[in-house]
């Protein structure tokens, strides 16, 4: 079709040129006519051409705002893909943020049961040992009561004896029964105290374990709230 217009196109061309030429004043008139018709025959053949380029502009158009249409979709996905990632991201920040303030409670927990826990088995050790002493002490004066047994204070009250022996002798049993008597107290409260310490060691230990297990979070927890997340 354009080659059909080019050469319409070169006729009316070479029809014009040739008419700058004098010309018989006989066939003015028929060349007038020809050179008419031939641009009425270039404007014909080119018409169709017009109307195709036309077509093929407003395809071309159409293409492009469709191909525009769908790359501001896919933008807008990945926005939003981008913003759900972010939420995530931050719930994940959240999760751990309180994960580290619970670990950080429990070990100063730990810590302070520790102490306590160091602080009972000291006393511990030091009421035994200290049991251990005041049971030998009461074990010495019970043996000297015994050996003197056959002296004993009523003895020499009814034997009627004054002298200053029979006075020293009481006093000493006196003293052994005042001092065997506040070994005794001393040795019940000695073991009073160990019997607390030691039932207020089992509660910490008791609760020290939880606070042990609490410590250490599971695998699968820790994947769960710390999964991997990529950035677009």
Request: hydrophobic share 30%.
């Amino acid at each position: 079709m354009r080659e059909k217009a080019n050469f319409a196109l070169s006729r009316v061309t070479r029809s014009a040129n040739s008419g700058s030429q004098p010309l018989p004043e006989r066939s003015a008139p028929r060349k007038l006519t020809t050179l008419c018709a031939s641009v009425f025959f270039a404007g014909a053949l080119l018409l169709p051409f017009t109307g195709n380029a036309a077509e093929d502009n407003k395809s071309q158009l159409k293409d492009i705002q469709q191909s525009i249409a769908e790359k501001e979709k896919a933008v807008k996905l990945q926005q939003q893909q981008r913003s759900s990632l972010q939420n995530q991201l931050k719930l994940q920040e959240k999760t751990i943020a309180q994960a580290s303030r619970s670990l950080r409670d429990t070990q100063g927990t730990l810590d302070i049961l520790g102490k306590d826990i160091s602080g009972l088995n000291t006393s511990i050790a030091k009421l035994q040992k200290q049991q251990s002493t005041q049971q030998e002490i009461l074990a010495k004066q019970l043996d000297a009561a015994f050996r003197q047994g056959q002296h004993s204070a009523l003895q020499l009250v009814l034997s009627g004896e004054e002298t200053q022996r029979s006075e020293r002798m009481l006093a000493y049993f006196g003293y052994l029964n005042e001092a065997r008597q506040q070994s005794i107290e001393q040795l019940k409260q000695t073991r009073k105290q160990l019997a607390e310490q030691k039932s207020s060691l089992v509660p910490n230990r008791v609760s020290r374990n939880p606070c042990l297990a609490s410590n250490k979070p599971s695998s699968k927890s820790w994947n769960r709230h710390a999964s991997p997340v990529k950035k677009p």
